[in-house]
């Protein structure tokens, strides 16, 4: 089965501790991507990779790190400088950045939860 | 900077009628659009996406349409079932070099009453 996988389903964090959220995806994508999700608010861009080895900040990227060192793999950090990390947090993967016809697939999310 | 709202958040219907959920964008120059669906605690299921030169897409009880100059999409779903009930969200991709993301909006949170 092809897909993308998320861990875990749920995180909590203690004040001043760092975390990190796992998307692994076996779909052979080059692009992928971390959102987040707030009540009542849209999709927001976290970071996104276009390729191994590379990767640029979105929307919100303050207060979160990433790495990608492998295709199928894009952890997601959320380091103690971001105040508010209570929400949804979403990974996708999609063919290509520069594949503008082509969606992205989504992971089934992790809800991270400050303790 | 291109902004997405979808009215209504919530919508509630009987079972078996048609409904249209609705979709605007405040800057036309986009190489697409999709619509999504998101089950409560759940990732989200791609299910039309209409290139900016294409005025609808069907897949089943679902069309979605897209009029690209006044910055609207609507999504129509006939003979909704309880099923349906979800979030749906759009998702607009701006054309610009350098700034393909993707621009979400809120949602409808839709509520098929049996």
């Known amino acids: 089965d092809g897909g993308i996988t998320q861990s875990p389903k749920y995180l909590f964090r203690k004040e001043g501790q760092n975390v990190t959220l796992s998307c692994e995806q076996n779909?052979?994508?080059?692009?992928m991507y971390w959102y987040r999700q707030d009540p009542g608010q849209g999709l927001r861009l976290i970071y996104y990779?276009?390729?191994?080895?590379?990767?640029q900040k979105g929307d919100i990227a303050e207060g979160y790190s990433v790495s990608r060192e492998k295709k199928e793999s894009f952890p997601l950090t959320v380091t103690s400088a971001q105040k508010n990390p209570t929400a949804f947090y979403l990974c996708?993967?999609?063919?290509?950045?520069?594949?503008?016809?082509?969606?992205?697939?989504f992971g089934p999310g992790t809800r991270l939860l400050v303790l | 900077k291109q902004e997405v709202t979808q009215i209504p958040a919530a919508l509630s219907v009987p079972e078996g009628e048609n409904l249209v959920l609705n979709c605007s964008f405040t800057?036309?120059?986009?190489?697409?659009l999709q619509w999504f669906r998101q089950d409560p605690g759940k990732g989200l299921t791609s299910l039309l996406l209409?290139?900016?030169?294409?005025r609808e897409q069907t897949s089943g009880r679902l069309n979605a349409s897209l009029d690209k100059s006044s910055g609207r999409s609507t999504l129509y779903i006939a003979a909704s079932q309880p099923g349906d009930s979800a979030t749906y969200l759009c998702?607009?991709?701006?054309?610009?070099?350098?700034?393909?993301?993707?621009?979400f909006g809120t949602g409808t949170r839709l509520t098929i009453i049996p």
């Open positions: 209409i290139q900016s030169s294409q």
């Open positions: 990779s276009q390729i191994v080895n590379d990767f």
């Open positions: 996708a993967s999609s063919m290509g950045w520069d594949l503008l016809w082509e969606t992205q697939y």
């Open positions: 779909l052979n994508h080059d692009a």
């Open positions: 998702a607009v991709r701006i054309s610009n070099f350098g700034n393909e993301k993707l621009t």
């Open positions: 800057d036309s120059a986009i190489y697409n």
